[in-house]
C-alpha cells in the first residue's frame, strides 16, 4: 500500500504537461502538507523587478531582504523559515497573515535552479519543520526530474494559432516545449528582451495572464474555443 507521499510520487510521474505540474498536483501536494496557500512558480515566469513594481513583491523578491529565498538560490536547498530564523522573525519580515510559516525548496534542471515550489500557513497555524523539509526535498527532486522530461518531450499536439503572427506561433511552440525566454531567444536568434515583448503582446490578443494560460488555451481546437 502506497503512502500519501508515495501517491504523489506517482501522480508527478503521469502528468503530460507542466500546466498538470500546476494543477491539480501543487493542489495534492498542499493538502498534504497542511498549507493555506501553495504555488509552482519558475523563475522565468517572474516580473522584472523595476520602479512598477509593488514595494512589498519587490521585498519579497530581493535575495537581501528575504532571507528564505537567499537560503534557497544560494543553497538549491529545501527550507522552511524556522529552520534559518528565531521563531516569530519571519512574520515579522513578511506582514501578510496567510505567510505567518513558509516552506520552499527547489527546481533544479540541468545544475541551475530552474523555480521553486512555497507552501504558506497562517500565523495561527503550526509552523513547518523538518520532517516537512525532508519530505519536500523528495518531493522536489520529483517535480525536478518530471519537469526536465516534458521539457525535453517534443509537443504532442498542434497549436491552434490563427490569431498569432508566424513569428509568435514560433514562440508559442517553443513556450508549450517549457523554454525560457532567454532560450528562445537563442533558437530564434532573437534577444531575450523581444522574446518577452512578443509575449506581452501575445497575452493581450489571447487574454491570458499566464504561459501556462497561454499554451492551454492554444492546445485547445477550434470547436472548444467557440463554445
Sequence with gaps: M????QELFHAIAQVQDETELR???MAQAG???????????????????????PTLMKRALSLDYNPVLRYLVQRHAAVHDE???????WQRICPRADHGHVLVGPIVSHGKLVGGIA???HKGDLAF????????????LHFSTRLETLRSK?????LNCARLTPRETEIAEWVARGLTNKEIGAALWITENSVKQALKRMFRKLEVSSRAEMVAQLSMSPKKMAV
Design 129 to 140: 519543520n523538518s520532517e516537512h523539509l525532508t519530505d519536500l526535498s523528495a518531493l522536489c
Design 83 to 89: 529552520a534559518i530564523l528565531p521563531p516569530g522573525i
Design 154 to 158: 517534443p509537443i504532442a499536439f498542434e
Design 119 to 121: 507552501f504558506t500557513r
Design 31 to 53: 493538502a498534504y502538507f497542511v498549507a493555506n496557500r501553495w504555488k509552482l512558480w519558475l523563475i522565468d515566469d517572474l516580473p522584472p523587478i523595476d520602479e512598477k513594481m
Design 23 to 25: 494543477q491539480p498536483i
Design 2 to 5: 502506497q503512502t500519501p507521499l
